[in-house]
């Protein structure tokens, strides 16, 4: 099992940022993917890093605004989110595979509110 426990959501006006965290603790993993849900929206992802290589992949929608990293000796994941837009409002989830073939995620977290005012 792993757990995760994101942190660092809240209130932002547009055009500003805020860095959200994901603890991991338990058993080792592959990748850490960050998610979001607006409400009456499906959940959508928004970006990944492979835990050992520090490779990332990023939904269009964000590239060049949000940045994810780790921090591996702390089993720490950040998105580090910039020009933040209203449509970025969501529960930003953080998650974690078990293998980098699949594009599953097996654990996840139980969200951080991100609220963007216009």
């Known amino acids: 099992q792993v757990q995760l426990v994101e942190s660092g959501g809240g209130l932002v006006q547009a055009g500003g940022s805020l860095r959200l965290s994901c603890a991991a603790s338990?058993?080792?993993?592959?990748?850490l993917g960050w998610f979001r849900q607006a409400p009456g929206k499906e959940r959508e992802f928004v970006a990944s890093i492979r835990w050992s290589s520090g490779t990332t992949f990023y939904a269009d929608s964000v590239k060049g605004r949000f940045t994810i990293s780790r921090d591996y000796s702390k089993n720490m994941g950040y998105l580090q989110m910039n020009s933040l837009k209203p449509e970025d409002t969501a529960v930003y989830y953080c998650a974690a595979a078990n293998s980098v073939v699949s594009s599953r995620y097996d654990y996840w977290g139980q969200g951080t509110q991100v609220t963007v005012s216009s």
């Open positions: 338990g058993r080792t993993f592959v990748r």
